[in-house]
């Protein structure tokens, strides 16, 4: 697909979190932790217009800040579960390994973000850790939680390139408008932890349409600020609906 350029025909320049990857044993040697960005991700961001740059991890303050201020955009992929003791749980025994050095970046960003009113577009993880970082919390166990009487659990984990449920959007909100009011949507799923309580100011803008598992929040007051659950950045190629995601932020920023 090809890329789209812009009105003024300057790509915004969109600051990207990387992932963490641990370090690998290599010929008796450790080799060290490496910061990585999957290709169908930035992929996304220049088909729709922008040109990604990756942030690397810090915890520096005054080095976010700066990277805050010299973006137009940001956007927060999927990983590691954020760690529970961020909203205030210390004693959670179904979080998966946390990755405190994405933590350690990502919740000063996200912040940061919020008070510039620079857009923000953040999927799976990226959503969890948007909602943590302005107040929110989140369940850690979606196979366990409670569904409405009579249904059952729909498929979330385990599925990338596939779409395995439909979500209802919310008619009049940001996601409802990037997606061209397409209601319901259908979406791959691949996590295990959803927002729980919803972050000051944020709204839920699309749910699960059978158990009501909450698939996307945004921020209304804000520029744009909205998180999905799922992950576009493996179906935009696909899904109209979902290279809409990257379309609607790519030209917010």
Known sequence: ?????????????????PRWVEPVEYLGETLA????????????????????VMLPLTADEDLIRRYVDLCDG?????????DPRL????????????????????VPLVRM???????????????????VALGGS??????????????MHWRHDASLVDVVHPVEVMAGTLLSRCVGGVSPLQVNSAHHCCVQRICEGGRLCARSVIDH???????PA???????????????????TDFGLWKAFVSAC
């Not at 090809?2 to 025909?9: E, K, L």
């Not at 940001?74 to 954020?82: K, L, M, N, R, T």
């Not at 909203?87 to 990502?106: F, H, I, M, S, V």
């Not at 804000?222 to 109209?240: A, I, N, S």
Request: proline content about 10%; hydrophobic content about 40%; glycine content about 8%.
């Open 87 to 106: 909203w205030g749980e210390t004693d959670n025994t179904t979080a998966e390994k946390p990755c405190p050095e994405r933590d350690a970046l990502e």
């Open 1 to 17: 697909m090809a890329a789209r350029a812009t009105p003024s025909g300057r790509r915004p320049l969109i600051g990207v979190t």
């Open 74 to 82: 940001f956007s927060i992929p999927g990983g590691q579960d954020p």
């Open 213 to 219: 598992v909450p698939e996307a929040v945004e921020v």
């Open 138 to 151: 989140l369940c850690t166990d979606v196979p366990n939680i409670s569904v409405p009487e009579g249904t």
């Open 33 to 52: 932790p490496s910061e990585a960005i999957a290709k169908n991700f930035v992929d996304a961001i220049i088909a729709a217009g922008g040109m990604p």
């Open 222 to 240: 804000k520029r744009f600020m909205l998180g999905v659950q799922w992950h576009p950045e493996y179906t935009w190629r696909r899904l109209e």
């Open 113 to 131: 973000v919020a008070e510039a009113d620079k857009p923000l577009f953040a999927t799976c993880r990226g959503l969890q850790i948007m909602n």
